[in-house]
């Protein structure tokens, strides 16, 4: 079955912390991986995009990593920001019979503390 | 660009009645998409749209729903007989084409609460 499991499902942390948050996926035949970021009560906003061949990519503070055999994975956060609170879903695109179909994660809630 | 717009904002009603959401999307994209999104959940996909032909349709998507595209431009999305279950954030997106790499940019959405 096509999914994407995301874990944690909810992370609070202090301001100026690091964190990683999980991407699994059993989605196939695998075209990309995006990576969104959702503040409260606003639409999905795209962080980065990650292909087959690439393994790390980065957006500023956010780094997202990709491994494709162990279909994983990361979005690492530095230094993180009060707002960078929000949900962060991870996006697998599925290509099949010439059509692409986007396989959604339910997110991961992130919370940053003064 | 000035993004896909999406009206109303939020929106009540009684169960039993029928609402009707609006979705402009980026001007040239020629594909449009609608999604339900319930607390906590990742967007769950309902339709898409290839101008002004709808090309799927999800099995979320009963018959109390229906979606058009009339011109290619802007999308309606109608719910007749609206149910407690019903209550959920709906999100437009919309992209240039289908290529591997094109993102799909998504409204803020309309929320729903049904009394």
């Known amino acids: 079955k096509n999914q994407v499991e995301q874990s944690p499902q909810s992370l609070i942390i202090l301001e100026g912390k690091n964190c990683t948050l999980q991407c699994n996926y059993t989605v196939s035949p695998f075209s990309n991986l995006r990576w969104y970021k959702q503040d409260t009560g606003r639409g999905p906003v795209s962080l980065t995009i990650m292909t087959f061949s690439e393994n790390t990519k980065s957006n500023g503070r956010y780094t997202a990593t990709l491994d494709a055999d162990t279909k994983q994975s990361s979005l690492h956060i530095t230094a993180s920001q009060l707002s960078d609170s929000a949900s962060y879903i991870c996006v697998v695109t599925r290509y099949l019979s010439g059509t692409y179909k986007y396989i959604f994660g339910t997110g991961t809630r992130l919370k940053v503390l003064a | 660009d000035t993004g896909v717009s999406q009206d109303p904002r939020h929106k009540i009603t009684k169960r039993g009645q029928n609402v009707t959401f609006r979705c402009d999307p980026i001007?040239?994209?020629?594909?449009l998409y609608w999604y339900r999104q319930t607390l906590g959940q990742g967007p769950e996909f309902l339709t898409y749209?290839?101008?002004?032909?709808?090309?799927?349709k999800s099995r979320l998507l009963s018959d109390r729903f229906s979606a058009e595209r009339p011109k290619g431009s802007f999308s309606t999305l109608e719910i007749q007989r609206t149910e407690q279950g019903d209550s959920a954030m709906y999100l437009c997106?919309?992209?240039?084409?289908?290529?591997?790499?094109?993102?799909?940019?998504f409204g803020d959405g309309t929320r729903l609460s049904i009394l």
């Open positions: 997106a919309s992209s240039l084409g289908q290529g591997a790499g094109e993102p799909q940019h």
């Open positions: 749209f290839q101008n002004e032909a709808q090309l799927e």
């Open positions: 001007s040239e994209h020629n594909r």
